[in-house]
């Protein structure tokens, strides 16, 4: 494609995919509110609060495919959230419309349904149980993009990542690991089917613990291939085990079902 956006390129996960997806796109456009640090020959650095509308529509106009990852990715104050993970999504959302509807990944969470158990498998349909507000304007975002697909035909694909990092750190992420190299498979298939919807998508590897179930979306033809088991005895051996009344073994949101609401001020 001509121009692929990148939101929360500064981020941990949008540096790695800044790297990984650069042959994607005769141009990668790069953005966030931190700093992008200097520009390859093959990026467009655009700094960009989301929260400011027209500077939204500026950032979308000429893309062909948005990879949003932009927004604040843990349990906060509701003012920040609602700028960020709120408005910002709206905000992208009218910009898409306004700017020929390209295609948008959407990096929603597994902790929209963090109150569901541990020992529940789930599947795309299940209902919201959020366990933040983090949580919430993830919801809100999954049903802005539903609106827009009905009412617009705008394709997004949900994507619920479970935990994406190079490896699984604790007990937990036996079950919610993502691969790297799993995440760039699904990017890759999401851009290249030819018709996509609004699917909701488990980000999740290919693990023997894991607690979602993606059949829903097997036209994609993503086969995630990594599995979070070879790295079991190192966490068996270097991590404690949740006591088994703990949030933490309980709940599938993990710790962020025991944080409290930030206060404003």
């Given at each position: 494609m001509e121009r692929l956006l990148i939101t929360g390129a500064a981020g941990n996960l949008g540096r790695v995919m800044r790297?990984?997806?650069a042959s994607r796109a005769r141009v990668l456009r790069l953005s966030d509110i931190a700093d992008l640090g200097p520009a390859a020959p093959h990026e467009e650095?655009?700094?960009?609060?989301?929260a400011d509308e027209a500077a939204v529509h500026r950032l979308v106009a000429g893309c062909d495919a948005i990879l949003h990852l932009g927004g604040?990715?843990?349990e906060d104050r509701f003012e920040r959230i609602l700028q960020a993970n709120i408005?910002?999504?709206?905000?992208?959302?009218?910009?898409?419309?306004?700017?020929?509807?390209?295609?948008i990944i959407f990096a929603s969470s597994n902790h929209t349904v963090g109150f569901y158990p541990q020992d529940q498998r789930l599947d795309a349909t299940v209902p919201f149980r959020p366990d933040g507000l983090y949580g919430v304007s993830k919801c809100f975002g999954e049903a802005l993009a539903r609106l827009y697909f009905e009412k617009f035909g705008q394709e997004t694909a949900l994507v619920r990542?479970?935990?994406c990092f190079e490896e699984p750190r604790d007990h937990r992420m036996l079950s919610t690991w993502l691969s790297?190299?799993?995440f760039e498979s699904l990017i890759d298939c999401i851009l290249r089917v030819p018709r996509l919807g609004c699917p909701v998508i488990w980000g999740v590897s290919a693990n023997a613990a894991a607690w979602w179930d993606n059949g829903a979306v097997a036209y994609l033809g993503w086969t995630p291939r990594d599995n979070a088991e070879r790295f079991r005895d190192r966490i068996e051996q270097n991590m404690p085990r949740p006591?088994?009344?703990s949030p933490l073994a309980i709940f599938q949101g993990g710790r962020f079902t025991q944080d409290p609401i930030h206060r404003d001020g």
């Open positions: 790297r990984r997806l650095l655009m700094p960009c609060d989301l604040i990715s843990v408005r910002g999504v709206y905000n992208l959302y009218e910009a898409a419309r306004a700017h020929g509807q390209p295609r990542i479970g935990s790297h190299d799993d006591a088994p009344d």
